[in-house]
């Protein structure tokens, strides 16, 4: 499966950003789609997943209540909404697939998008 990543540029806190990951090669249903980050000189880190069956979501608890992730009924696109965003938001936002649940460290992620950057002015 093949992952790109959108939607990402300058928002100033307290705004809002949606960032889309187009699957192609496969469908999103079949994987736990999920969103990292990376801010400059840090480690990736979870953001947010998605499991394929059911629907199930589980967040990061820097961003529950501010992000949701979620799929449109084709399947193609798996969207982040970010609201409330704070400057410790700005990061490289990156899309991944995984076959494995509840799994927050990037190594369980076979799958990955080029990443895309969101700014959060103070």
């Known amino acids: 499966v093949q992952l790109q990543a959108s939607g990402g540029g300058l928002v100033q806190d307290g705004g809002s950003l949606r960032l889309s990951c187009a699957v192609s090669?496969?469908?999103?249903?079949?994987?736990?789609m999920a969103w990292f980050r990376q801010g400059q000189g840090k480690e990736r880190e979870f953001v947010a997943a998605l499991r394929g069956s059911g629907g199930s979501t589980h967040y990061a608890a820097s961003v529950e209540g501010r992000f949701v992730i979620s799929r449109d009924d084709t399947g193609n696109t798996v969207s982040l909404q970010m609201s409330s965003l704070e400057p410790e938001d700005t990061a490289i936002y990156y899309c991944?697939?995984?076959?494995?649940?509840?799994?927050?460290?990037?190594?369980?992620?076979?799958?990955w998008g080029q990443g895309t950057l969101v700014t959060v002015s103070s």
């Open positions: 090669g496969g469908t999103s249903s079949s994987y736990v």
């Open positions: 991944a697939a995984s076959r494995a649940w509840l799994r927050t460290t990037a190594s369980a992620y076979n799958y």
